[in-house]
């Protein structure tokens, strides 16, 4: 594996990220919103995913997380989570939360835990993932940064 950067996104520049999350059916109708940091993974090849966090305070959420189908299955979709989760501790977030229907055996494996959706912080509540984009059937899990 050649050396990766992770560098923030620049607000608004979503050419590469959007499609990637359409493709992966992923919500974008609040990419530009205010509040969303995104974050790209790449290499000397180019892109290899990218992932976000929204929010302030002391619980964020985690989301778009999205590997592009030429590099899945080697390791990426770990080091973003891993990377996404050192500049979230950095920023002093405590928990991170994130709703997925897809991939929840994935972030257990991380040491994400299963949480009561009626037991989430405002915060986290409030974001257009939890409230409106993310069907209620998504699994909700968190885990602690501290």
Do not use: W
């Not at 996404?84 to 991939?103: D, I, K, P, S, Y």
């Not at 929840?104 to 409106?132: E, H, K």
């Amino acid at each position: 594996m050649s050396p990766v950067t992770f560098a923030p996104l620049p607000h608004g520049q979503h050419n590469v990220l959007r499609p990637a999350l359409e493709a992966a059916r992923l919500p974008t109708d609040d990419l530009d919103q205010p509040g969303r940091s995104f974050f790209e993974l790449s290499d000397d090849q180019g892109p290899i995913g990218f992932v976000g966090l929204e929010g302030d305070g002391k619980d964020r959420l985690l989301r778009s997380l999205v590997v592009l189908p030429s590099r899945k299955r080697q390791g990426h979709g770990g080091l973003m989570v891993a990377y996404a989760e050192a500049h979230a501790r950095q920023g002093g977030v405590r928990r991170l939360h994130l709703l997925t229907t897809t991939v929840a055996d994935f972030f257990r494996a991380r040491g994400y835990r299963a949480a009561d959706r009626a037991a989430a912080p405002a915060a986290v509540v409030g974001t257009a993932q939890f409230s409106s984009l993310c069907p209620s059937s998504a699994t909700y899990l968190v885990k602690d940064l501290a």
